[in-house]
């Protein structure tokens, strides 16, 4: 079985400094890993993900997350922070490279002060 | 097209009542899938749909709930006799499949926020 975890379920940062969102994965299998956003009232957005090309990946947004098996995590950074970005964030695990069934971490929610 | 579309947004129903949500997914999209979440939760996989097919469901997916989806266009949920742990949001989302693309992504609807009273 796979899953994530997700540290710190609430961030805080200010506007223009850097954001670092934490996920560390098990799984028994070559995992794909997923980051998602989810603004209030809406669904989830994905960002970017993980399947097994390059090990650091780019994403919408001016996200990005790098696939460190030796860490098994999954971290997603942002250079600077924008209002815009405050948001739940969710990373994601599928062991399979196709769209099936995803197990969600337990989200981070992203506070972006000014 | 305008993504993934579900119906009604927010449900208020009370305990024991039967209620039924739609979605539309994307319209070429052959897989669907429906996801629970609960307040401070991330989502957690039901059920998913291959074309009409119901390939999977979830130990969550008691015999109180029914999935759908007759024509491999629309799905509907249908949770019978709900209870006050039902309340939720309910999503659901769609993708294009080939069985062997690794550059799939799922479309998520915007959600049916149940609140059983």
């Known amino acids: 079985a796979q899953s994530v975890t997700q540290l710190g379920s609430h961030v805080s940062v200010s506007e223009g400094a850097l954001v670092l969102l934490r996920c560390n994965y098990s799984?028994?299998?070559?995992?794909?890993l997923f980051w998602y956003v989810q603004y209030p009232n809406q669904g989830l957005q994905l960002l970017l993900k993980?399947?097994?090309?390059?090990?650091l990946v780019k994403g919408i947004n001016g996200f990005e997350a790098e696939f460190k098996k030796s860490e098994t995590s999954f971290h997603l950074t942002k250079p600077s922070a924008h209002m815009s970005d405050a948001a739940e964030y969710f990373c994601?695990?599928?062991?399979?490279?196709?769209?099936?069934?995803?197990?969600f971490g337990t989200g981070t929610r992203l506070q972006v002060t000014l | 097209d305008t993504g993934v579309s579900q119906d009604p947004r927010h449900k208020i129903t009370k305990r024991g009542q039967n209620v039924t949500f739609r979605c539309d997914p994307i319209?070429?999209?052959?897989?669907l899938y429906w996801y629970r979440q609960t307040l401070g939760q991330g989502p957690e996989f039901l059920t998913y749909?291959?074309?009409?097919?119901?390939?999977?469901k979830s130990r969550l997916l008691s015999d109180r709930f029914s999935a759908e989806r007759p024509k491999g266009s629309f799905s509907t949920l249908e949770i019978q006799r709900t209870e006050q742990g039902d309340s939720a949001m309910y999503l659901c989302?769609?993708?294009?499949?080939?069985?062997?693309?690794?550059?799939?992504?799922?479309?998520f609807g915007q959600g049916t926020r149940l609140t059983v009273v």
């Open positions: 989302a769609s993708s294009f499949d080939r069985g062997t693309s690794m550059n799939t992504e799922a479309f």
């Open positions: 799984s028994s299998v070559p995992p794909y």
């Open positions: 993980y399947t097994s090309a390059a090990t």
């Open positions: 994601a695990v599928s062991i399979s490279g196709t769209a099936s069934k995803l197990t």
């Open positions: 319209s070429e999209h052959n897989r």
């Open positions: 749909f291959q074309n009409e097919a119901q390939l999977e």
